[in-house]
C-alpha cells in the first residue's frame, strides 16, 4: 500500500483478503486461538514465530486495524490500545522506568497532564513541563541526564497551541531520546509528523478517527528510524536482554522498525492489558475509511465558525490555528497545509457565566465531553475536562475559565453559523 496515496490508503490499508476470504475486515471475536502441538504454540510464547494464541496479547482484527493506521503515519508498526490515555501511557512506560525523566509540552490534554504529573510521578518518573513556544535553549535547559522521551500534541487539546515538531525533534535528538507526538486531532490526513522528524506517534483513535462517538480506543505508531543502539545506556529495556522473554534483545530480534511496538506488545500489553475489544477494532475501521472525505469538511465548518466569532462583538478571542492572524498560523500553514481540525476555541466576553448562557442557547451544539464528532458539540474545559487543575496550571496550559471549546462537526456550515448567532443573541 505504501504508493498509494492517502485516500486509498484509508479505505484499502491494512487488509487484503485472498481469494474468497471477506471484502471487510472480519470481527475475530475470540479470546484464544487453537493449536495442533505444544511445539508450534510454544514458538509463540517465545517470540520465535508471529501468530496468535490469546486476545490480550494480539488480535487478527486489532491488527488489521493497527496495520492501517501504521500505513497512514508512514510508520514501520502500530498497536491499538483500550483508549488514547492508554496509548500515551504506553508510549512513555515502554521506555521510562523508576528515575526516569520527560520532557513534555506544558500545552497537552487534561488526562495526559495529570498522567504524566501525578500518576507517573508515583511511579518515580519526573517531568518537565515547557513551554510549545519555548526557544531552542529554553527546551535544551529541560533536559536531564535521565531524560528517556518528550512529548507534545500536534495541536493541543484544548489549547489549540501547534507543536513545532521539527524544532522539538531536532532538540530531543541532540539529547538522545525520541520525540513522541500525540497527533489525534490533525490525524495523519492533515498531519503526518515522521515526516517532521518525530519518532512515535499516539492517537486517542476515540476522536477523528473513528469519527461518530461510537469507540473509545488509541493507537501507537512507530516510525521505525530512532537508532535505540546508539543510546543503548538510556534505553536498557530495547537494547538488553528481557528475561521474561528468554533473553530477547527486541532490537536486535526486530530491528529498528519492530523492537518498540514488540516490546510494548509484549511486555506492557502482557502485563496491563488495555486490549480494544475485536469489535471496537472494527466500527474504529468504518470510521477511517472515511477519514479522509471527513477531515476536510471538519476543516471547512471550523474555519467558517472561527470567522463568524471572530466578527461578533459578544467575543473577547478566538482561538483557530488555521484562522489568519492567529498566533500559530504560520505553524499551522506549514504543518498542516490542507488545515487541522474542526475545533475552535473562544473566550466569550463575561466569562464562565456568558460562557454557560451561550452552551445552554444552542440547539444544534450539543454540551459532550468529547471532541472530533461528524456531530457538533462544544464545553468549558475549566469545569469540566481540566478540572483538575489549578488556576495556575490553567493559565499555564492557556485555558482561561471563560473559555469554550467547540468541535465543528460536518453539518452543514450555515447551520452551524445560524445556531452560533442565535445563542450569542442570547446572552
Ligand atoms: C481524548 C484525548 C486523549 C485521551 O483519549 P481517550 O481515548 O479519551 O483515553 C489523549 N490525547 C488527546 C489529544 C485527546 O484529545
Known amino acids: 500500500m505504501s504508493n498509494y496515496g492517502i485516500n486509498t490508503k484509508c479505505v484499502q490499508g491494512g487488509y487484503t483478503p485472498g481469494n474468497g476470504e471477506p471484502r471487510q475486515i472480519p470481527i475475530i471475536q475470540s479470546t484464544t486461538f487453537k493449536y495442533d502441538t505444544s511445539e508450534d504454540m510454544g514458538k509463540l510464547f517465545d517470540l520465535e514465530a508471529s501468530g496468535y494464541f490469546y486476545t490480550r496479547l494480539q488480535n487478527p482484527t486489532n491488527d488489521y486495524v493497527a496495520a492501517k493506521i501504521a500505513e497512514l503515519e508512514g510508520g514501520s508498526a502500530a498497536m491499538l490500545t483500550s483508549s488514547g490515555q492508554a496509548a500515551n501511557f504506553f508510549a ?3 521506555i521510562c ?11 497537552i490534554y487534561g488526562g495526559t497532564f495529570n498522567l504524566i504529573a501525578v500518576t507517573m510521578a508515583k511511579m518515580g518518573i519526573e517531568v518537565t513541563f515547557v513551554s510549545p513556544d519555548s526557544t531552542e535553549e529554553e527546551l535544551h535547559a529541560a ?8 512529548f507534545g500534541e500536534t495541536i493541543a ?7 513545532d515538531i521539527e524544532k522539538f525533534a531536532k532538540v530531543a535528538h541532540e539529547h538522545g531520546v525520541p520525540l513522541i507526538v500525540d497527533n489525534t486531532f490533525p490525524t495523519p490526513v492533515n498531519c503526518r509528523p515522521f515526516e517532521w522528524g518525530a ?30 543502539m546508539a543510546h543503548a545506556d538510556k534505553f536498557p529495556g530495547l537494547c538488553t536482554p528481557d528475561e521474561s522473554y528468554h533473553g530477547i534483545t527486541y532490537v536486535e530480534k526486530f530491528g529498528n522498525a519492530g523492537a518498540f511496538i514488540t516490546k510494548c506488545t509484549a511486555q506492557l500489553m502482557r502485563d496491563f492489558g488495555c486490549i480494544p475489544s475485536p469489535q471496537n477494532s472494527f466500527i ?14 471538519h476543516v471547512e465548518n471550523g474555519l467558517a465558525v472561527a470567522k463568524f466569532l471572530k466578527e461578533s462583538d ?5 482561538t483557530y490555528p488555521g484562522l489568519e492572524g492567529d498566533k500559530y498560523y504560520e505553524l499551522s500553514k506549514k504543518y498542516m497545509p490542507n488545515g487541522g481540525c474542526g475545533v475552535v476555541s473562544f473566550e466569550l466576553k463575561g466569562g464562565r457565566a456568558a460562557a454557560e448562557k ?9 454540551i459532550e465531553t468529547h471532541v472530533a464528532d461528524a456531530r457538533t458539540c462544544c464545553l468549558n474545559p475549566a469545569t469540566s475536562t481540566h478540572r483538575q487543575l489549578t488556576p495556575k496550571q490553567l493559565e499555564e496550559a492557556g485555558i482561561p475559565e471563560g473559555l469554550v471549546r467547540m468541535s465543528c462537526g460536518i453539518e452543514d456550515k450555515n447551520d452551524l453559523v445560524a445556531d452560533i448567532a442565535q445563542a450569542l443573541d442570547a446572552i
Do not use: Q
Not at 522506568?97 to 500545552?107: K, L, P, R, T
Not at 533536559?143 to 518528550?150: E, I
Not at 474504529?284 to 479522509?292: D, I
Open 358 to 366: 451561550f452552551m445552554k442557547n444552542l440547539k444544534l451544539a450539543a
Open 199 to 228: 519518532d512515535i506517534v499516539t492517537h486517542a483513535t476515540t476522536k477523528y478517527m473513528d469519527g461518530h462517538g461510537a469507540a473509545v480506543g488509541g493507537a501507537i505508531v512507530d516510525s521505525g528510524k530512532f537508532d535505540w
Open 97 to 107: 522506568e523508576c528515575g526516569s525523566h520527560i520532557v513534555a509540552s506544558s500545552s
Open 143 to 150: 533536559f536531564k541526564d535521565n531524560t528517556r522521551a518528550m
Open 92 to 94: 512513555l512506560f515502554n
Open 157 to 163: 487539546n484544548p489549547a489549540l497551541t501547534v507543536l
Open 314 to 318: 459578544k467575543v473577547a478571542s478566538v
Open 284 to 297: 474504529l475501521n468504518l470510521g477511517l475509511e472515511s477519514l479522509h472525505v471527513r477531515m476536510p469538511r
